[in-house]
């Protein structure tokens, strides 16, 4: 399987959550390409068997201001047979926890792409062993999906 991840980091929180789904892809034996959204574009993302999206969520539930050009080009694409996961950090500190996860989500569903039913999110920064866990588990569980249902497509 060939695999991208895309995400954007202000404190590096959301890259770790990236570099901890990218070990396990790899594990898995997958290729896997990663780079910031911000120097990402759409149609280059379009060749792979699942796409990871990752961001932090910026003030009020807002996508990060890097992330905009990314999420707008998405309207230009349709992106049906496309797999796509999505994760993020937060802090629940802000009245909308993640809500950038969610965001990526529902525009990705809206384009026509398969949109993983469970969504990453982390407080803060993946340090604690069950957060660690917690991000394997989504890596692992994302890519049987894919697995799974390629295979059913095959059939």
Not at 101 to 126: C, M, S, W
């Amino acid at each position: 399987m060939k695999a991208f991840i895309g995400y954007l980091s202000m404190s590096g929180n959301t890259e770790d959550m990236a570099n901890i789904l990218k070990n396990v892809l790899v594990s898995k034996g997958c290729e896997v390409d990663m780079e910031s959204l911000d120097l990402a574009d759409v149609q280059s993302i379009l060749g792979y068997d699942c796409i990871f999206i990752g961001a932090y969520t910026w003030g009020d539930g807002d996508l990060p201001y890097e992330a905009e050009e990314f999420f707008d080009e998405l309207n230009e694409y349709e992106l049906t047979g496309v797999y796509a996961a999505c994760f993020g950090s937060g802090d629940h500190a802000y009245p909308k926890f993640c809500a950038a996860v969610d965001t990526f989500a529902e525009k990705l569903k809206e384009r026509g792409a398969g949109v993983y039913h469970q969504r990453l999110k982390i407080e803060l920064n993946p340090e604690s062993d069950d957060q660690i866990r917690e991000c394997q588990q989504f890596a692992e569980s994302a890519y049987e999906w894919v697995m799974k249902d390629r295979e059913i497509e095959h059939v």
